[in-house]
């Protein structure tokens, strides 16, 4: 490659650096406007009002603060960062790669919050009633401090945030060659056990919580296969035929 084109890519990577970096710092900045809004939503859910939030430090409560309007601005960020990619392999695309590729974005932001809200709304009850009871069982006095609370919290949220993103990525896998639906259907039964452990990670150690969050992931992983050989089918449909 030469020099010029190495300058260019360099410019260009440092462009887009400096959009994703402006636009943290300003979903920063209104993260730290609504932090105390969010919190106190989460206070008031059914899941943290069974717990006090105690704080054994001057700067537990600010910590958690920064953490929360830090998290807001990776949250809005996720998209914008996902466009950037994009944006900066976009010359090397294809006019049709280009049109199929960017759909993928919304897409996975879609996914990415369906995953927070499922974790947050049903696996996170589950396993803080679990480990509750446990306590209770073995007769512990139960102290919590905020900041082991939202470590617990985010410890179980974004990993199923993350396990969501399953379709994208086998899609993505698909459109570059990766993946074929013969390789998927081999595969499925290692697949099927690693959801279980994943699922087994992530919730209480009963068969019911562990069914109600393996389930869902194994049927994200059959609607990503589905998906995937539909646009198999569709690339090879398009391929032009050699006489």
């Known amino acids: 490659m030469k020099q010029e084109d190495w300058i260019f890519h360099l410019t260009?990577?440092?462009?887009?650096?400096?959009?994703?970096?402006?636009?943290?710092?300003?979903?920063?900045?209104?993260g730290l406007?609504?932090?105390?809004?969010?919190?106190?939503?989460i206070k008031n859910q059914p899941a943290a009002g069974v717990v006090e939030w105690n704080v054994f430090s001057f700067t537990d409560g600010l910590l958690i603060y920064m953490k929360c309007a830090f998290l807001f601005a990776l949250l809005f960020t996720v998209p914008v960062l996902l466009y950037q990619l994009w944006a900066f392999v976009r010359p090397g695309l294809t006019e049709e790669e280009a049109k199929s590729t960017l759909p993928y974005i919304p897409i996975a932001f879609a996914l990415f919050l369906s995953g927070l809200s499922f974790s947050y709304l049903v696996v996170f009850p589950m396993m803080l009633r679990f480990m509750k009871k446990m306590n209770h069982t073995i007769g512990?006095?139960?102290?919590?401090?905020?900041?082991?609370?939202?470590?617990?919290l985010f410890d179980i949220v974004f990993?199923?945030?993350?396990?969501?993103?399953?379709?994208?990525?086998?899609?993505?896998?698909?459109?570059?060659?990766?993946?074929?639906?013969?390789?998927?259907?081999?595969?499925?039964?290692?697949?099927?056990?690693?959801?279980?452990v994943v699922g087994s990670c992530i919730s209480p150690p009963d068969i019911l919580s562990h069914l109600s969050v393996?389930?869902?992931l194994i049927l994200l992983f059959e609607i990503s296969v589905?998906?995937?050989?539909?646009?198999?089918r569709t690339?090879?449909?398009?391929?032009?035929?050699?006489?």
């Open 12 to 30: 260009e990577v440092r462009k887009r650096v400096l959009i994703v970096a402006g636009w943290f710092i300003a979903t920063a900045c209104v």
């Open 159 to 196: 990993p199923m945030a993350v396990a969501f993103e399953l379709p994208v990525v086998l899609l993505f896998l698909t459109k570059i060659g990766l993946l074929t639906p013969e390789r998927l259907k081999m595969t499925r039964k290692y697949a099927y056990v690693g959801l279980a």
């Open 235 to 243: 690339m090879q449909e398009a391929r032009p035929t050699v006489e």
């Open 140 to 152: 512990a006095v139960e102290t919590y401090g905020i900041d082991r609370y939202f470590s617990f």
């Open 226 to 232: 589905f998906f995937s050989g539909k646009q198999w």
């Open 33 to 41: 406007y609504v932090s105390p809004h969010i919190l106190r939503y």
């Open 214 to 216: 393996t389930i869902p």
